[in-house]
């Protein structure tokens, strides 16, 4: 089972589905359609609008263009610079680079999403964001990046591609940053087979978004309005897209609702003990719960551990540990540069993105496993767990597994 919105597939796709093809059937302006205020894409938006209680939504082809058009509408290039987590997903770093910008790492903690104190180390006077990626569900430090933000005149951009639904302090992840982007591929709470969203409450952000991802149009493909003229490309989501995608969302709070249930059954059931705890949550309510993430004390007894249930600790996922990226290193390799379309920085001004940069975050990935719950992704290092299926005797037996597991190499 990929992510947990995968399981609820139903006749509520299928209507909507019908109903895009039924349209493209009985008319001829087939290309007006995702322009009308009835296409799938508009009441997306809408949709998305009123569940994130957020005034703009944009819907795109991927959560990876929704990032790319979030630097894009925040003015974001060359000669900039992003402030990123080491442990994140790939596409975040890509999509700096793509605009231009450089992305610079900087350490987690044991909350799996970046250390608000590396942040303030890494600010120069280049730094024009801090992209704040929710991990595994859970938020950041929203408090604490929001502070640091406005205290140096930076934007905030939050990457809810893996939390969904999530909340921190009574407000939903993706609204609490200048823009917030989302991603509906299958390994996501909820999914539209692919696709994604950006969201912002600033007009401005939301024309520049909308101009970049649509081939310059103004909202809703105007041929003029307030705002910049920008050179756009297309990264439309289509009417299938959103059709499979507005089923799903008016779904997620149940689907999130099952799945944290389930985590708590899990976690109850394997207790406390000497030698691990639980990852660091600044929103334990909000928390998705698409995982459960043990620390243990050393990274020798995490090996053990995920071997032991046929796992890896979390270090081990390359297109999430800055580490396991060759393509990033080469972000500064004249000879063979990893982004077309960016100038190579010399690496004299710091960024050769060696592993081994980040120690910190290196150490807690290697002491990190992740137990199932609603995903299941062999990339990520979630292999070993419960799914949305599981009843509670399956609870019972991962529980006393995971246990067992951790008892004979703690001793």
């Not at 302006?29 to 944009?58: G, I, Y």
């Not at 082809?61 to 994140?88: K, Q």
């Not at 893996?162 to 982007?181: F, I, K, N, S």
Request: net charge negative; hydrophobic share 40%.
């Amino acid at each position: 089972m990929p992510g947990p919105g995968y399981a609820w597939f139903g006749d509520e796709e299928r209507r909507n589905i019908a109903e895009v093809l039924d349209a493209w059937q009985s008319t001829i302006s087939v290309h007006s359609q995702p322009l009308s205020d009835d296409s799938q894409c508009r009441r997306l938006e809408r949709e998305t609008a009123d569940l994130l209680a957020t005034t703009h939504c944009l819907t795109l082809n991927s959560g990876t263009s929704a990032l790319l058009a979030a630097l894009a509408a925040l003015g974001i290039g060359p000669g900039d610079e992003v402030i990123v987590p080491g442990y994140m997903y790939v596409a975040c770093l890509a999509a700096i680079a793509y605009s231009g910008a450089t992305p610079v790492l900087a350490e987690i903690d044991e909350s799996l999403t970046l250390d608000p104190e590396d942040v303030l180390t890494r600010i120069t006077p280049r730094t024009r964001a801090i992209m704040a990626v929710h991990m595994l569900g859970a938020a950041c430090d929203m408090d604490a990046l929001t502070r640091i933000a406005r205290e140096h005149d930076l934007a905030l951009i939050e990457d809810a591609a893996q939390a969904c639904g999530g909340e921190y302090r009574g407000r939903r992840l993706g609204t609490l940053g200048d823009v917030g982007v989302f991603s509906l591929n299958v390994f996501k709470v909820v999914t539209g087979g692919d696709g994604g969203l950006l969201v912002t409450e600033d007009p401005e952000t939301f024309q520049r978004a909308y101009s970049f991802h649509d081939h310059g149009w103004f909202p809703y493909r105007r041929q003029d309005g307030p705002g910049d003229v920008l050179l756009g490309l297309n990264l439309r989501m289509t009417e299938f897209t959103a059709a499979i995608s507005r089923a799903q969302l008016a779904r997620l709070d149940a689907v999130l609702a099952h799945i944290r249930g389930l985590e708590r059954q899990l976690t109850e059931a394997i207790g406390t003990r000497d030698g691990l705890t639980r990852r660091t949550l600044h929103d334990a309510d909000g928390n998705c719960a698409t995982v459960a993430v043990y620390l243990f004390d050393d990274r020798e007894a995490a090996d053990q551990v995920a071997a032991g249930l046929g796992s890896k600790t979390l270090l081990h996922s390359p297109k999430h540990h800055y580490g396991g990226l060759p393509e990033l290193r080469a972000l500064a390799d004249p000879r063979h540069p990893s982004c077309p379309f960016r100038p190579v920085e010399s690496p004299a001004r710091g960024h050769t993105y060696r592993p081994g940069a980040l120690p910190r975050t290196d150490d807690v990935l290697a002491r990190s496993v992740a137990l199932t719950v609603g995903l299941t992704d062999t990339y990520l290092g979630a292999d070993f767990g419960v799914d949305v299926f599981s009843r509670p005797h399956d609870i019972a037996a991962a529980a006393d597994k995971f246990r067992a597991t951790v008892d004979a190499v703690l001793g």
